[in-house]
């Protein structure tokens, strides 16, 4: 059974980086794409991007200056960046695997994530 | 970005009634549409992806249908453990975008 667990600081400051660790059980890192998704308390979904074995990584045109993800092999963890971060960005942040583009069969519980001076 | 655009975004009914939601894209996206199901403080479940297909752990009293620009889901006879939030979600492109969302809630 795949799992999914996301980790990283809860709190920040404006202007700061948002770092969060997707780990990955039961399955292998090196297949599939793997994605990032917020959702806003009380708001709807959205897709941040996603990262592949092969470097193919596509960010959401609304984040792309501000986003960066890498996948490490060697832990089965892949990880999100998001900089300079501001009230906006507060939300519960997923991880989830997306099997060739076809849709996210399996989440990990999200984190809260809140940017707050 | 193609947008999607649910209705209702909330509705109330009883155990054991019919519902539908809608999901309207707004280019086509032939059947690249999955649904998810998601309860308060957890993560969204897949329910149906390629429009119609049901994961295995749903119940056969849910049914995708739809292609083009217009999608339905509807549970054909609503039960307790249905009353949620349902998300239409495209992946024709990116970047991959969702439905505002339907709520569920008991009438």
């Known amino acids: 059974q795949v799992q999914l667990q996301e980790s990283g600081p809860g709190l920040l400051k404006p202007s700061e980086t948002l770092s969060l660790t997707c780990t990955v059980s039961g399955g292998s890192i090196s297949s599939h794409y793997w994605t990032w998704i917020r959702q806003p308390a009380g708001k709807g979904l959205e897709w941040i991007g996603r990262i592949h074995i092969s470097d193919n990584t596509i960010y959401n045109p609304s984040l792309k200056s501000r986003v960066t993800m890498s996948l490490d092999t060697s832990t089965n963890q892949f990880s999100l960046k998001l900089n300079s971060v501001t009230a906006a960005d507060t939300a519960i942040y997923y991880c989830?695997?997306?099997?060739?583009?076809?849709?996210?069969?399996?989440w990990g519980q999200g984190t809260l994530v809140t940017v707050s001076s | 970005d193609i947008q999607m655009t649910q209705s209702p975004s909330s509705l109330s009914a009883s155990v054991g009634a019919r519902v539908t939601i809608t999901c309207r894209a707004s280019?086509?996206?032939?059947?690249?549409l999955n649904w998810y199901q998601q309860k308060p403080g957890k993560a969204p479940k897949l329910l149906i992806y390629a429009a119609s297909t049901l994961q295995s752990w749903v119940p056969s009293r849910f049914s995708g249908s739809g292609s083009g620009t217009d999608f339905t889901l509807t549970i054909s006879s609503l039960q307790p453990e249905d009353f949620a939030t349902y998300y239409c979600?495209?992946?024709?492109?990116?970047?991959?975008?969702f439905g505002q969302g339907t709520k569920v809630e008991i009438k």
């Open positions: 979600q495209q992946n024709y492109n990116a970047p991959q975008t």
């Open positions: 280019q086509t996206i032939t059947t690249y």
């Open positions: 989830a695997r997306d099997p060739a583009s076809d849709a996210f069969d399996y």
